[in-house]
């Protein structure tokens, strides 16, 4: 069974919407496999964003993603890393139609909510990274 590595981000846990997006990620049939709550450090941060941490805005990225705990969750179904990112929206809150987490919840670029994995490959480097050999 495919496997996707989500994480709902600082914000979602200080506007206390946690519950609500893991209930869309179990409404929708996914089922969780293994969630801690976790702070990020920004070594972690620079593996994970590796592909950002040349941009202007990295270093507010780090600041947003050290403001508070993350849940990351393993989260298993079929074709669940495309499904995880349909529920979420695309990046740009300004592209998020209402009905995706991000349309109906997110109003900036870098405060979005939740991340979910893009490809079976980093879905698995994810995993290791967040759970080990889990
Ligand atoms: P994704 O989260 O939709 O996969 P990525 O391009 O992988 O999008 O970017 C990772 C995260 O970096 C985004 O979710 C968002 O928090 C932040 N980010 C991406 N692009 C921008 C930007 O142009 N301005 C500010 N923050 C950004
Ligand atoms: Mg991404």
């Given at each position: 069974?495919?496997r996707s590595y989500v994480?709902?981000?600082?914000?979602?846990?200080?506007?206390?919407?946690?519950?609500?997006?893991?209930?869309?990620?179990?409404?929708?049939?996914?089922k969780i496999t293994n969630m801690k709550?976790?702070?990020?450090?920004?070594?972690?941060?620079?593996?994970?964003?590796?592909?950002?941490?040349?941009?202007?805005?990295?270093?507010?990225?780090?600041?947003?993603?050290?403001?508070?705990?993350?849940?990351g969750m393993i989260v298993e179904?079929?074709?669940v890393?495309?499904?995880?990112?349909?529920?979420?929206?695309?990046?740009?809150?300004?592209?998020?139609?209402?009905?995706?987490?991000?349309?109906?919840?997110?109003?900036?670029?870098?405060?979005?909510?939740?991340?979910?994995?893009?490809?079976?490959?980093?879905a698995?480097?994810e995993i290791?990274?967040f759970f080990?050999?889990a």
């Amino acid at each position: 069974m495919e496997r996707s590595y989500v994480m709902l981000k600082p914000d979602a846990c200080e506007r206390k919407l946690i519950g609500r997006i893991i209930s869309r990620i179990e409404d929708k049939g996914y089922k969780i496999t293994n969630m801690k709550m976790m702070y990020l450090n920004e070594k972690i941060l620079r593996e994970h964003y590796a592909h950002l941490v040349d941009k202007p805005f990295f270093p507010n990225l780090v600041e947003f993603m050290t403001s508070g705990p993350v849940v990351g969750m393993i989260v298993e179904g079929e074709d669940v890393i495309k499904g995880i990112r349909i529920l979420m929206g695309p990046t740009n809150w300004y592209e998020a139609l209402p009905g995706t987490i991000r349309g109906d919840f997110a109003n900036t670029t870098t405060c979005n909510l939740i991340h979910g994995s893009d490809s079976v490959e980093s879905a698995e480097i994810e995993i290791k990274r967040f759970f080990g050999n889990a």
